[in-house]
């Protein structure tokens, strides 16, 4: 099985019992999967959150190259690494670095400082691995949010942003490669995958 890297994080999850190699997070979001795939459904489900994180993109790396010092990103879509267990694309590849954007959905949801984002570490890990790029970044970003995703009850406050200085709407968060984590990881994804294999035969042998 090859997993994405958005999943690591629910796959490096540490056991309760030192004597097994999977959490029971990592059991049920494989289970789950194994599910999807045999019975050819997906359980994703599309929020407006979601949609502005995916279609606004293009936006917040403009945001990000108006004030990165010397910066010209561009998103990535072609490049994709695919090895025996993982697979990645992530938004932006550059000499030494992996970068991946997060468009937040409000000021609200969006992180001020580095200490209050949420943690893509395990997603990140798994980029420098495949692209073998020593360092790698997550740039929260906050833009405006267009109105037609905005419902009559929204509040307009936590989703015009453009007033703001650009500065202090952009958040990172950087990672350096680990070899010892990278090692742990491997192990974890050929025992994820036995896993997902031993499950799917059980569900063909039903």
Not at 21 to 27: H, I, N, P, R, V
Not at 88 to 106: E, L, M, N, R, V
């Amino acid at each position: 099985m090859i997993f994405r890297c958005s999943s690591l994080a629910k796959l490096m999850t540490n056991p309760r019992n030192k004597s097994e190699s999977l959490s029971e997070t990592a059991k049920s979001y494989i289970k789950q999967l194994a599910k999807e795939n045999y019975y050819g459904y997906s359980s994703k489900i599309e929020t407006k959150a979601m949609r502005k994180g995916t279609e606004y993109e293009m936006e917040s790396i403009a945001l990000v190259n108006s004030v990165w010092f010397g910066s010209n990103f561009v998103k990535n879509d072609l490049c994709r690494i695919t090895e025996t267990y993982l697979t990645g694309q992530p938004d932006i590849i550059t000499d030494d670095a992996i970068i991946d954007i997060k468009t937040s959905w409000s000021l609200e949801t969006f992180p001020a400082l580095a200490e209050d984002a949420d943690s893509y570490e395990w997603q990140m890990r798994g980029y420098m691995y495949l692209f073998k790029k020593a360092k790698a970044h997550v740039i929260f970003c906050m833009i405006d949010t267009d109105d037609e995703l905005l419902s009559d009850w929204d509040n307009r406050d936590i989703h015009k942003v453009a007033h703001i200085d650009p500065t202090k709407r952009i958040t990172v968060v950087s990672y350096e490669r680990d070899g010892v984590l990278e090692e742990l990881m491997e192990a974890r994804l050929r025992d994820a995958s036995e896993f997902y294999s031993q499950y799917m035969q059980q569900l063909n042998n039903k």
